[in-house]
């Protein structure tokens, strides 16, 4: 059995994940803390915004909700990136990444 959530109105699990997906969502500190809530061999899958689209579009608003290149990979410490790319997409500059916390 699964359970489906939010990570702002619950930042912690009680018990391992095996999945945590996002988009378009940045809590850094969050991120950082998410490979100790996984299972061995969990996935995070997600997307967000980089400081080229807020450059280009003035959007987010805050550097807080964007990433800086190459930082994504630097939150997840300690899980094997098994896919990661920073690239333009219908407009929008995004990194996206998918990374497994090893088994």
């Known amino acids: ?3 489906v959530g939010s ?4 930042p912690s699990f ?3 994940v ?3 997906c996002f988009a378009r969502f940045l809590d850094r500190n969050l991120l950082r803390s998410l ?7 969990a996935s995070v899958v997600g997307e967000t915004f980089t ?12 550097d807080r909700y964007v ?3 190459g930082e994504l990979p630097q939150l997840l410490e300690g899980m094997d ?4 790319e920073e690239t333009w997409v219908d407009g929008r500059h995004t990194a996206r990444i998918w990374a497994r916390k090893p088994a």
């Open 1 to 3: 059995m699964g359970a």
């Open 7 to 10: 990570v702002r109105r619950a």
């Open 14 to 16: 009680e018990e391992p």
């Open 18 to 20: 095996d999945l945590v």
């Open 35 to 41: 490979p100790q809530s996984l299972k061995m061999g």
């Open 51 to 62: 400081t080229l689209h807020r450059e280009r579009h003035g959007k987010p608003s805050s």
């Open 67 to 69: 990433l800086e290149l």
């Open 81 to 84: 990136v098994v896919e990661f």
